[in-house]
């Protein structure tokens, strides 16, 4: 049976809530007090937000709560002052998501075309066929050579004794 998360871990981190009111208001000083009381509502707001979109969500008949399923739910609870800069982040975070996709692809970063690449990889395709093919023609011949042997020794006689020291019997 899962434990239940204390409550003090559903909170945004304090040193987080602490750059963001630092930022936000640089030259005024905020009260232990009242930082506690703004995580407190972020963190119910965060709560409220996540469960209106997830009632919106489970209307859709969906089991991902999306971006748009946020959106709505910041409409159903009436802060749609916000929706604007709320569309706007998430631009901007698709917009890195992307940056960082095409970063993150191997082929670009080598600096290779692509048709390249693949003309290089059938080169080695073609050469670990040859060497394969080359093998089994050795290994073929190998094989031929020691039946050719055994089939004259055969027709003389000349079968190897088990004893050991190397001479025919």
């Excluded at 981190?13 to 009111?21: C, L, S």
């Excluded at 890195?96 to 996709?101: D, E, F, I, T, Y």
């Excluded at 003309?119 to 031929?144: C, D, M, S, T």
């Excluded at 089939?151 to 079968?159: A, C, E």
Aim: proline share 3%.
């Amino acid at each position: 049976m899962a434990e239940a998360v204390p409550e003090e871990e559903l909170t945004i981190p304090r040193a987080a809530m602490n750059k963001m009111i630092k930022e936000i208001v640089p030259s005024v000083r905020v009260a232990n007090e009242a930082r506690e009381l703004i995580l407190n509502c972020c963190s119910e707001f965060i709560h409220l937000l996540a469960s209106e979109a997830n009632d919106i969500c489970t209307q859709q008949q969906k089991k991902t709560i999306n971006a748009e399923h946020i959106l709505g739910a910041l409409d159903r609870l009436g802060f749609n002052d916000y929706r604007t800069d709320a569309e706007a982040v998430l631009k901007d975070c698709k917009a890195v998501a992307a940056k960082r996709r095409r970063q993150s692809t191997r082929l670009e970063n080598l600096g290779i075309p692509e048709e390249e690449l693949l003309r290089q990889q059938q080169e080695l395709f073609a050469k670990a066929r040859e060497e394969q093919a080359a093998a089994e023609q050795a290994q073929w011949l190998q094989l031929q050579a020691e039946a050719q042997m055994s089939l004259q020794q055969q027709q003389h006689g000349d079968v190897p004794s088990n004893s050991g020291d190397g001479e025919y019997s």
